[in-house]
C-alpha cells in the first residue's frame, strides 16, 4: 500500500509565478490536509478538505491561496503571485473515514527566487 | 487561540540513556495527540499517538503519558539508539475537527 504521495518534490519559482502542488492519499483515505513548514519551524494547518469539500481553511491565507480535492485526481494546493515569504515546505497528509491518525506524504519544497 | 508548547527545543543524551519530551497544550477540549519523528529533508512520520481517555500507552521503547488536568504530555524513549537522532514534535488536536495543531519541535540527538 503506498503511502501518501506528493509532487513535485521540489520546486522553484520566480516572484509572481503560480505554483501547483499535488497530493495523492493513501488508498482508501478520503480526507486530505495541507501544512507548511517554514525553516526552522513547525509545520502550520492549512486547511482540511474532504472529496469536492473544503472542510475548514483556517489556515490558509486570505489570498493568493487556494485548494481543492476533486472527485477524481490529486488534491491541489494553489499558490498564485508567489513571494519570496512563501519559500517553505508544503506537507500533505490523509486520513480514513472516521479515523484520526494522519499520515504525512515526503512534502514540496517551494523556493521562490 | 489553541496552542502548544513544546521543551526543550534541543536535547542531546548519550545511547542507551533515556530522553523526554514534554509538551503543554491550551485547548481543554483536545482529546488526540499524536508525536512525530521527522528526519531530515523527509515527511513527518506517526510513531505514538494517545486520546484523552488514556493515561499512558507504550510502543517498545517508546511512551506517551497523558495529564489532562495539567494539560500537559511527554514522550519517553528508553535505551537511546542513534537511529533515534531527528526531530520530534507533538501535536494536538479534537479529534471531530480533523486540524493539528503541532508544537515547535525538539531535536534529539543521540551520541554514540
Known amino acids: 500500500n503506498a503511502g501518501v504521495m506528493q509532487n513535485p518534490r521540489h520546486l522553484v519559482r520566480r516572484r509572481g509565478q503560480e505554483a501547483r502542488l499535488r497530493c495523492s492519499p493513501m488508498?482508501?483515505?478520503?480526507?486530505v490536509y495541507w501544512y507548511r513548514q517554514l525553516p526552522e519551524e513547525g509545520l502550520k494547518f492549512m486547511v482540511y478538505?474532504?472529496?469536492?469539500?473544503?472542510?475548514?481553511e483556517s489556515g490558509m491565507p486570505k489570498e493568493r491561496f487556494s485548494a481543492e480535492f476533486p472527485k477524481e485526481g490529486p488534491s491541489i494546493l494553489r499558490i498564485q503571485q508567489v513571494v519570496r515569504g512563501d519559500s517553505a515546505a508544503y506537507f500533505c497528509?490523509?486520513?480514513?473515514?472516521?479515523?484520526?491518525?494522519?499520515?504525512f506524504g515526503p512534502g514540496t519544497r517551494l523556493t521562490v527566487l | 487561540g489553541e496552542n502548544v508548547e513544546q521543551h526543550p527545543s534541543t536535547l542531546s543524551v548519550q545511547e542507551g540513556d533515556s530522553a523526554v519530551i514534554k509538551c503543554t497544550y491550551s485547548?481543554?477540549?483536545?482529546?488526540?495527540f499524536p508525536w512525530y519523528k521527522q528526519e531530515l529533508g523527509k515527511g513527518p512520520q506517526l510513531i505514538i499517538d494517545?486520546?484523552?481517555?488514556?493515561g499512558e500507552k507504550k510502543d517498545q521503547r517508546i511512551a506517551v503519558t497523558l495529564n489532562k488536568t495539567a494539560k500537559h504530555f511527554s514522550l519517553h524513549i528508553t535505551e537511546t539508539q542513534p537511529e533515534d537522532s531527528a526531530v520530534y514534535f507533538c501535536?494536538?488536536?479534537?479529534?471531530?475537527?480533523?486540524?493539528?495543531?503541532f508544537g515547535q519541535g525538539t531535536t534529539l540527538q543521540v551520541k554514540p
Open positions: 494517545i486520546r484523552s481517555n488514556v
Open positions: 501535536a494536538a488536536s479534537k479529534s471531530n475537527t480533523g486540524k493539528l495543531i
Open positions: 497528509a490523509s486520513s480514513p473515514p472516521g479515523g484520526v491518525e494522519q499520515f
Open positions: 478538505l474532504q472529496k469536492e469539500n473544503i472542510i475548514d
Open positions: 485547548d481543554s477540549a483536545s482529546n488526540y
Open positions: 488508498k482508501g483515505h478520503s480526507h
